[in-house]
């Protein structure tokens, strides 16, 4: 098996393709310990000591680096770990009780940050699409992922996700690229916000 890597524009993550899928849908991110003790993946990676986020995409996942730590020795930690997953074919998530091993993905935090007004539907359900053709696909590419969080007082909800949740771009990306798309085809918007 052969684990390609790819650069992110965070210089602190890097993302892995196994060349397989690696969640069946959705996304999952990991950003302390605590949280991977739901994924036996993500608690090795964890292990390392050296990583602060494990954020699986559908066919990648992203590693960050916690600050300090070179990439030149724990890019093969991490490769090893992943190969031995892999080849293994071991679950990705631990069973939850009185459930069947390796069949248990837990939930995501999907909570809106502030509640969408039912009379804003059509404004939500136009945001949301565009969300998913245009910008999700370009921030997976990048290692990452966006969640939609609310829409109120023309003011978008939004919290980055994988490499690009510590970038030193996203603010850029937030505002200059997702804002300036939203606000072209959604005159309702007037801003983004990261939650």
Not at 88 to 105: D, Q, R
Not at 149 to 162: A, E, N, P, W
Not at 176 to 193: A, C, M, Q, S, T
Request: aromatic fraction near 8%; hydrophobic fraction near 45%.
């Amino acid at each position: 098996m052969f684990i390609e890597t790819e650069t992110t524009p965070n210089p602190a993550s890097l993302k892995f393709l196994p060349g397989r899928p690696v969640m069946d849908s959705g996304t999952r991110e990991f950003a302390d310990p605590e949280a991977a003790e739901a994924s036996p993946l993500a608690q090795a990676i964890f292990d390392t000591g050296d990583v602060v986020n494990v954020f699986f995409g559908s066919d990648f996942i992203t590693v960050t680096a916690a600050p300090g730590v070179d990439w030149t020795d724990l890019k093969p930690m991490v490769l090893s770990i992943l190969l031995d997953h892999f080849v293994s074919e071991a679950p990705l998530f631990a069973a939850a009780p009185g459930t069947a091993a390796g069949f248990s993905v837990p939930p995501e935090d999907e909570a809106l940050l502030v509640e969408d007004d039912p009379a804003n539907a059509d404004i939500v359900a136009q945001i949301n699409e565009l969300l998913e053709t245009r910008v999700r696909p370009a921030v997976a590419g990048d290692g990452g992922d966006i969640r939609y969080r609310g829409f109120k007082d023309g003011i978008v909800y939004l919290t980055m996700q994988g490499a690009c949740a510590g970038c030193p771009s996203s603010t850029a990306t937030l505002k200059h690229g997702i804002e300036g798309l939203l606000k072209h085809y959604v005159p309702e918007v007037e801003e983004v916000r990261a939650a």
